[in-house]
Nanobody
Framework: QSQLVESGGGLVQPGGSLTLTCVYS????????IGWFRQAPGKEREGVSC??????????NYADSVKGRFTISRDNAKNTVYLQMNGLKAEDTGEYYC??????????????????WGQGTQVTVSS
């Protein structure tokens, strides 16, 4: 059974760091791209970052709001994708989800691009 499981969320002060982890099963890293998304209360879900499959273009993309602060990476031996988040701001607060798509040659942070979703992990940035 294919699934994605996020972890690593929590409460952090502004300017702090967190690393989110997405462990996936049933998705070959050679073919599947992985994306990170977030949804704040009362707001629509937005794309944060994505990384293409290992058999693809080897690209990563970021939303403008997180460029220079967030870094996505993958450990194929562990079937894991990480989202390192530095310089966190209050506006980064939200439920963070990882998702997988078989259209893995490239990657997009448009949520319609993705087929399977995890359950989410909460990130709260507050003093």
């Amino acid at each position: 059974q294919s699934q994605l499981v996020e972890s690593g969320g929590g409460l952090v002060q502004p300017g702090g760091s967190l690393t989110l982890t997405c462990v996936y099963s049933g998705f070959s890293p050679e073919y599947y791209a992985i994306g990170w998304f977030r949804q704040a209360p009362g707001k629509e879900r937005e794309g944060v970052s994505c990384i293409s499959s290992t058999g693809g273009a080897s690209v990563a993309n970021y939303a403008d709001s997180v460029k220079g602060r967030f870094t996505i990476s993958r450990d194929n031996a562990k079937n894991t994708v990480y989202l390192q988040m530095n310089g966190l701001k209050a506006e980064d607060t939200g439920e963070y989800y990882c998702a997988a798509t078989s259209r893995g040659w490239y990657c997009s942070i448009a949520d319609t691009y993705y087929d399977s979703w995890g359950q989410g992990t909460q990130v709260t940035v507050s003093s």
